[in-house]
């Protein structure tokens, strides 16, 4: 089993920067694909970005060009830095790993207009 955490969202202005921060422990996330996805209220879960195991990225045509996500293997982390925010990028933001069909609990961003 895999226990996944993200942290580093928050209330932000418009136009700001957030970190997001998915630490796993119990297994590594250098074998398996991770991927951030969202969710407003009210609205369905939405893929953000993902990462491959060989770093190959993709992402959801809003955020590109703002978003990038990013592994640290030796931390056993992947980020999502977020960049020209916009109130629309509000959302609880959750990491799944792939290949174990884990989430975490998600973190709230808010983007005050």
């Known amino acids: 089993q895999v226990q996944l955490v993200e942290s580093g969202g928050g209330l932000v202005q418009a136009g700001g920067s957030l970190r997001l921060s998915c630490v796993a422990s119990?297994?590594?996330?250098?074998?398996?694909?991770v991927g951030w996805d969202r969710q407003a209220p009210g609205q369905q879960r939405e893929f953000v970005a993902g990462?491959?195991?060989?770093?190959?990225?993709n992402y959801a045509d809003f955020v590109k060009g703002r978003f990038t996500i990013s592994r640290d293997n030796a931390k056993n982390t992947v980020y999502l830095q977020m960049n020209s925010l916009r109130p629309e990028d509000t959302a609880v933001y959750y990491c799944?790993?792939?290949?174990?069909?884990?989430w975490g609990q998600g973190t709230q961003v808010t983007v005050s207009s």
């Open positions: 990462i491959s195991t060989s770093d190959l990225t």
């Open positions: 119990g297994r590594s996330l250098s074998v398996t694909a």
């Open positions: 799944k790993a792939y290949l174990f069909s884990s």
